[in-house]
């Protein structure tokens, strides 16, 4: 496909422009559709050449053609072609190859291709079709999941064929292939996560060769100071940014702040000479003289306690006399103690 006209090279007397956002401008005169491209700085480019008169439209060339360039390529690469997979069969195969065979045709289909499955007869095996239909007919219902029968089985010379085609075409096994695996990074990222474990890092060993990530990394180390300068540089500029845009934020919400006030202020003014003046109230009284202070009193004296009389006491009763008591007899040989027998004085008889 040819390039379209750009410009100079469009030699119409008039086209119908179309701005540089999708805007339609009208017919105008293809000199005054030069000069509002060189006045936009972009290109006047035909994009509708059969049309009376041809639609020109402002866009920056280069960039059209880059992006033309990336849809073509994303196209080529979502472009399939359909690939004919052969498996061929013995009529007496084992079930351990036949599982293996199975396996694979499975795998074909999944991927988007199609699959041939053949069935070779030797010797007397031509004589019996009806063993092989049955064996690719069990095949054909063992890779049901991922494949339908697109040509039933027939016989070819000494080989019976059938062809099996995919459920989902190879773009769209692809995408979802795709789709799986990054599924899996993203499962595996946050299992990593979860466990607290570190991103997996790039292996440096002494026996690989070590990655760059500039062409800094090369230069000497005198050389490499510069760099470093530079960075320096870099983050202090940042820095200073920062605290540019910090003080500006902290003006901003001073100068907020003062209007508010101005504003409530004005509203309170406006609200107070709406009111009447209210009378002022009386003064408060003034507080009471303080009394002179009272002359301490004499302490009351003690009046004399009144001593009663002791009222007598009544006479004690006489107490019996004691009846006497009779004499012990002593043995003989000891005499009396001194004083036995004598009353005691004041003893009433």
Request: a positive charge; hydrophobic letters at 40%; charged letters at 30%.
């Amino acid at each position: 496909m040819s390039e379209p006209r750009i410009n100079d090279r469009i030699r119409v007397p008039e086209v119908r422009l179309v701005g540089p956002a999708g805007e339609q401008v009208g017919v105008v005169r293809i000199e005054d559709a030069l000069r509002l491209a060189a006045e936009s700085d972009l290109d006047l480019v035909e994009v509708a050449p059969q049309a009376k008169p041809p639609v020109c439209k402002l866009m920056d060339f280069g960039k059209y053609k880059y992006e033309a360039a990336v849809k073509a390529r994303e196209a080529r690469k979502n472009q399939t072609n359909t690939v004919l997979k052969e498996i061929r069969f013995r009529l007496k195969i084992d079930t351990h190859d036949y599982e293996t065979k199975r396996g694979h045709a499975i795998r074909f289909l999944g991927a988007g291709d199609k699959v041939k499955a053949m069935i070779q007869f030797r010797g007397r095996e031509q004589q019996r079709p009806e063993m092989g239909i049955r064996l690719l007919q069990k095949f054909a219902e063992d890779v049901a999941e991922v494949g339908v029968v697109e040509s039933s089985p027939r016989i070819d010379g000494r080989n019976m064929v059938m062809v099996i085609g995919p459920l989902k075409n190879k773009a769209e096994a692809k995408a979802e292939a795709r789709r799986a695996s990054q599924r899996a990074e993203a499962k595996a990222a946050n299992e990593a996560a979860k466990n607290g474990e570190a991103p997996a890092r790039v292996d440096t060993s002494a026996d690989k060769a070590p990655m760059t990530q500039s062409l800094a990394d090369l230069l000497p180390d005198g050389l490499r100071l510069g760099s470093s300068a530079a960075e320096a540089d870099k983050a202090r500029a940042e820095k200073e940014t920062a605290e540019k845009e910090q003080a500006a934020q902290a003006a901003k919400a001073a100068a907020d702040k003062a209007a508010a006030d101005a504003r409530r202020a004005e509203e309170a003014a406006k609200a107070a000479a709406a009111k009447p003046a209210q009378a002022a109230k009386p003064a408060a009284k003034a507080p009471a003289e303080a009394k002179p202070a009272e002359a301490p009193k004499p302490m009351a004296v003690p009046k004399p306690t009144a001593v009663k009389p002791a009222a007598p006491k009544p006479a004690a009763r006489p107490k019996p006399a004691a009846a006497a008591k009779p004499a012990a007899t002593k043995p003989a040989g000891k005499a009396p103690a001194p004083g036995a027998g004598q009353k005691k004085p004041g003893t009433a008889e």
